[in-house]
């Protein structure tokens, strides 16, 4: 199955940058690396995805490495409302959308 | 609000028992996913439906069952429980199938499952 790594826990300050890593070395030419993430008491919810180029939307940027083999999900300006579990999938993968345990990101104010 | 809405919103029941948990997709959406979250295990996918018919499978034991209806909503059965049943089960929906490049999920607000 198409996995993905993380860390498990990352700690950011408000206002500075955040850079949340994934490892993916067993992707596919055909898979989308999309990211989620869950704030706190809530459902996932669609932050970014991309294929070979570096991509941005309101939310975050996403930047992914030549080989496609990892990935970095960048928050320009972490804010407290941030604070949540980040997920990196790769889509469709063997359509079995493996989420794991994600990143928790704990943002100090 | 994702649009998705899933009832009921916490169900407690005894180990043994049968549950039946429902969910209602976006208005358009074809596909139905559910996920199981427990505290250590992180968010596992179950089942894929599109359009009526499964296309995925994760890992739903065989005590779980899901459907999709003509009317697109989604029932996901817990039968037998056990004290590790209880949890937090998502239902997400989409517009198509898994394949296409960007077929974000738009996920409910859970139901929280506790088995006693």
């Known amino acids: 199955d198409a996995k993905t790594t993380q860390p498990n826990s990352m700690e950011s300050n408000e206002e500075e940058p955040v850079h949340l890593p994934c490892n993916h070395s067993?992707?596919?030419?055909?898979?989308?690396i999309h990211w989620y993430r869950q704030l706190p008491s809530q459902g996932p919810e669609y932050v970014i995805h991309?294929?070979?180029s570096n991509v941005n939307n309101r939310m975050a940027s996403l930047a992914i490495a030549e080989d496609r083999k990892s990935s970095t999900l960048i928050l320009h300006r972490a804010t407290l409302r941030d604070a949540a579990v980040y997920y990196c999938?790769?889509?469709?993968?063997?359509?079995?959308?493996?989420f794991g345990t994600g990143t928790r990101l704990k943002v100090l104010a | 609000d994702s649009g998705v809405t899933q009832t009921p919103k916490h169900l407690i029941t005894a180990t043994g028992q049968r549950v039946t948990l429902r969910c209602s997709p976006r208005s358009g959406d074809l596909s139905v996913y559910w996920y199981q979250q427990s505290l250590d295990q992180g968010l596992q996918f179950l089942i894929h439906?599109?359009?009526?018919?499964?296309?995925a499978k994760g890992n739903i034991l065989e005590r779980f069952s899901a459907q999709q209806f003509p009317d697109l909503h989604s029932e996901l059965n817990l039968s037998s429980l056990e004290l590790g049943d209880s949890a937090l089960y998502f239902c997400?929906?989409?517009?198509?199938?898994?394949?296409?490049?960007?077929?974000?999920?738009?996920f409910g607000p859970g139901t929280r499952l506790t088995v006693l």
């Open positions: 067993t992707i596919s030419g055909t898979d989308y």
């Open positions: 991309g294929l070979t």
């Open positions: 999938i790769l889509l469709p993968g063997t359509y079995k959308y493996i």
């Open positions: 997400a929906s989409s517009l198509r199938l898994a394949g296409a490049p960007l077929n974000e999920q738009f």
């Open positions: 439906y599109y359009n009526g018919e499964e296309r």
